[in-house]
C-alpha cells in the first residue's frame, strides 16, 4: 500500500483554522475592535458596507504598530499579549491567542494603515488570501486602520452560508453592543451603507445603556453595587414591569469582557422569583471584577463561556446583590408619567347621543406592508378578526387598561372631562400623522395619543395569523422562481420543525435533504419580494426566544412570522396607510401590547404639555 498522508498546503490549512475564529462580518468586527482597545484606543470608528460583506473598516486611535510588528502580526499564533504559558493565567487583555489577524487576511482581502504615535512615517500594508500584495512606508493618521473586503471571497461555500444583510447586521449590532457596554468610556462610531447606527461619546454605565438602548430604559434601571473579596459587582438590573419575552438586554461582563454564563442567569431569574410576568426575562447589565488568576477565559477562540473558581458562591452573591437591589428600589410599581396605565385614560361618554357613530371604510385584507402587489380579498381564505365596530373597540381598549388597577389612577373631579374626542376627524385618520416614520401621533381629549408603529403592525398581524391557525387556512401564491436555499444544520432542523405551521400560513415551502430548501409559494397577503430573508427572521427569532414547551409552537410561529414581516422603522407610510394601521390595531382583541408584550401605544397627558411650556 503507498502512503496516503500529505500536508495541506498552507493556503488550505489558513482557510481550515480562520473557520475557527471567523464565522460571519460579525467576528470580524469582534477582533477587530477587540484589538483597538487593547492597543489602548479611546475612541473607534467602524464603517460597514452591505453589512460587512463588502467592506469592514476598523480604524482607532491606538498605539499603532511598527513596519516589522505589522507584518508579523498576520502570522499565527503572533501576538505581543503574552509571553509564556504562565500568562495564560492572568490574562488582562482581550485578545492573547494570536489567531485573529492570521485568519482575517486568509479569507479577505485586507488593507492595514498604521502608525505609531512617536513616528512621522507609518506602513501600508496589503494582504489577500494570506499573500502579501503590498508593504511600503506611508504617512497616515495616528493609530490602525484596517479594511477588510470582500470576506469568504475565495471560501464560497463558507460566503453561501451568510445569511441576509438585516440578519448579519444584526449580530453585528450585537457584538457592538456587547464591547460598547464594557467599555463604556471609550468613544465609537457605527456606520452601515453612510447610515449612522451609533455615535457613542465618553459615558459612564447607565448612559452607555440609554445611549445604546433608548431613552425609555432610563427610569427602569435599578443599581446593583455589591463588594466582596471574592468579586465586586456593579451595574443595573431593569425593573420587573420592563421585562420582555424575548432575550436582548441581559449582559454579564467579566473584567471588561462579555460572558455568557447560563448558571449565574438563573440566579438572577431566581432574584427576580415571583415578581415577573410568566416567561418574560428581566434586563440586566451586570459588570463582574475578579482576580483574573479566578477565571478561565481559554476555553475556545470564539466561546463567550468563561469558567470561575467558586461558582456557587458567585451564584449566592449574585442572587443575594439582585434581591437587596429589587428591595431597596422597592418594586411596586410607581404612577409614573412613561407607564402608559397611570396617567388619566379616557373613557367612552357615558352619553353616546352626542358622538357621532363615527364610520370608517374597512379594507380586512388591506396589508400596509405589501408594497407592489394589491392583496385580492377573493383569492384566499384569509380573514381579518375584525367585525366590531371601532368604537367597542376603544372601549376594549380602555377597559383593558382599567384592568390594571394599580397603574390606573382616574381622579373623581377629573372623571368628568374624560371623554375621548369622538369627533369625526379623530377617527377619519386626518388628525394621525407619522413622526419620525416610526410613531403615529393623535390627539386625544386628555393628550396626545402614541402609537409606536411597529409593534402596532406586528399585533394586527400576529392576530391575523392566530386566528388564520385556529381555522382555515392561508391559501399560498405560487413563486414564478421558487427559490431554493441551503441552512446551516441546526437552522435546517428548526424549519422542519415548523414547516406545517408555515404551510398552514401559506409557506409552500419544500425539504430536499442535505438541509436545501425550496420556496414555491409564499402567503398572499405578504409581501414576497425576500420570502427568504422572513424565513430567516422568523428563524432567528424563534432562536433567540425563551425556549418554552409550554408556549404553543403554533403561537410562537405566528409571533415570530408577524415580527419577521411587520412593517419597519424608517418606513414612511401613506395616509391611507395609516388609516388602515389603525382601524386594524383597534379592531385587534389586545391592541395595547405586541406579541412579544411591548407597549404598542401610550398617551401624553396635556398636563406634560402644559409643563414643558411652563
Ligand atoms: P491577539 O489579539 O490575540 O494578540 P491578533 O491576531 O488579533 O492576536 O493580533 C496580533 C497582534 O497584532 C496583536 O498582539 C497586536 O500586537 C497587533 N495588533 C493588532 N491589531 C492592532 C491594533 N489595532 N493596534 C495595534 N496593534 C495591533
Ligand atoms: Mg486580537
Not at 460566503?159 to 441576509?164: G, I, M, T, V
Amino acid at each position: 500500500m503507498p502512503d496516503i498522508i500529505q500536508l495541506l498546503p498552507d493556503s488550505v490549512a489558513n482557510q481550515i483554522a480562520a473557520g475557527e475564529v471567523i464565522q460571519r462580518p460579525a467576528s470580524v468586527v469582534k477582533e477587530l475592535v477587540e484589538n483597538a482597545i487593547d492597543a489602548g484606543a479611546t475612541s473607534v470608528k467602524i464603517n460597514l458596507k452591505d453589512a460587512g460583506r463588502t467592506l469592514i473598516q476598523i480604524s482607532d486611535n491606538g498605539c499603532g504598530m511598527s513596519d516589522t510588528d505589522a507584518r508579523m502580526a498576520f502570522e499565527r499564533h503572533a501576538t505581543s499579549k503574552i509571553r509564556s504559558a504562565d500568562d495564560l493565567f492572568a490574562i488582562r487583555t482581550m485578545g492573547f491567542r494570536g489567531e485573529a489577524l492570521a485568519s482575517i487576511a486568509a479569507i479577505a482581502d485586507v488593507e492595514l494603515h498604521t502608525q505609531q504615535h512617536d513616528q512621522d512615517i507609518g506602513t501600508f500594508l496589503h494582504i489577500s488570501g494570506s499573500k502579501v500584495i503590498k508593504q511600503e512606508a506611508t504617512s497616515c493618521a495616528n493609530g490602525t486602520n484596517f479594511l477588510v473586503k470582500n470576506l469568504f471571497f475565495n471560501v464560497p461555500a463558507r460566503r453561501k452560508f451568510l445569511k441576509s444583510n438585516s440578519t448579519e447586521l444584526k449580530h453585528i449590532i450585537n457584538e457592538v453592543q456587547r464591547v460598547a457596554l464594557a467599555n463604556p468610556e471609550i468613544c465609537f462610531s457605527l456606520v452601515h451603507n453612510n447610515q449612522s447606527i451609533y455615535e457613542l461619546g465618553e459615558d459612564n454605565i447607565r448612559k452607555r445603556v440609554v445611549a445604546l438602548f433608548g431613552k425609555n430604559i432610563n427610569q427602569n434601571l435599578i443599581p446593583v453595587d455589591t463588594d466582596t473579596s471574592m468579586v465586586k459587582i456593579k451595574g443595573f438590573i431593569g425593573q420587573p414591569k420592563h421585562a420582555r419575552k424575548t432575550f436582548g438586554e441581559q449582559f454579564f461582563f467579566v473584567n471588561k469582557r462579555y460572558m455568557k454564563h447560563p448558571f449565574f442567569h438563573r440566579a438572577v431569574m431566581q432574584a427576580y422569583e415571583k415578581i415577573l410576568a410568566p416567561e418574560t426575562i428581566p434586563s440586566y447589565f451586570l459588570y463582574f471584577e475578579v482576580d483574573p488568576t479566578n477565571i478561565d477565559i481559554n476555553i475556545h477562540p470564539t466561546k463567550t463561556e468563561i469558567k470561575f473558581e467558586s461558582e456557587s458562591a458567585i451564584w449566592q452573591i449574585i442572587q443575594a446583590s439582585v434581591r437587596e437591589a429589587l428591595g431597596k428600589f422597592n418594586v411596586v410599581p410607581s404612577i409614573d408619567f412613561d407607564q402608559a396605565g397611570s396617567i388619566d385614560i379616557p373613557v367612552a361618554p357615558k352619553d353616546h347621543s352626542e358622538v357621532k357613530q363615527p364610520t370608517i371604510q374597512v379594507d380586512p385584507t388591506y396589508n400596509p406592508f405589501e408594497k407592489e402587489k394589491k392583496f385580492s380579498g377573493g383569492s384566499t381564505t384569509y380573514s381579518s378578526p375584525k367585525e366590531k365596530t371601532p368604537v367597542e373597540n376603544w372601549e376594549k381598549l380602555y377597559s383593558d387598561f382599567d384592568r390594571q388597577p394599580q397603574e390606573v389612577r382616574i381622579e373623581p373631579q377629573e372623571e368628568e372631562n374624560l371623554e375621548i374626542q369622538h369627533e369625526e376627524d379623530s377617527f377619519s385618520g386626518k388628525s394621525f400623522i407619522q413622526f419620525k416614520n416610526k410613531y403615529i401621533l393623535s390627539p386625544v381629549k386628555s393628550g396626545l395619543m402614541v402609537i409606536d408603529q411597529k409593534r402596532a403592525h406586528e399585533r394586527i398581524l400576529f392576530e391575523n395569523f392566530m386566528a388564520v391557525l385556529a381555522g382555515s387556512e392561508i391559501a399560498s401564491q405560487q413563486q414564478l422562481f421558487p427559490q431554493t436555499f441551503e441552512l446551516a444544520a441546526d437552522d435546517a432542523e428548526l424549519l422542519r420543525s415548523i414547516l406545517e405551521d408555515l404551510k398552514s400560513l401559506g409557506f409552500d415551502i419544500r425539504d430536499f435533504g442535505n438541509n436545501s430548501f425550496i420556496i414555491n409559494g409564499t402567503p398572499g397577503i405578504l409581501d414576497t419580494s425576500s420570502p427568504l430573508e422572513i424565513i430567516e427572521g422568523v428563524l432567528e427569532d424563534m432562536k433567540s426566544t425563551v425556549a418554552d414547551l409550554k408556549e404553543k409552537a403554533k403561537e410562537k410561529v405566528a409571533a415570530s412570522l408577524a415580527r419577521a414581516s411587520a412593517i419597519s422603522y424608517g418606513y414612511a407610510m401613506k395616509p391611507e396607510e395609516i388609516n388602515q394601521i389603525i382601524d386594524q390595531l383597534f379592531a385587534c382583541s389586545t391592541p395595547n401590547f405586541s406579541p412579544s408584550g411591548k407597549q404598542v401605544l401610550t398617551i401624553m397627558p396635556i398636563e406634560q404639555f402644559e409643563k414643558l411650556l411652563k
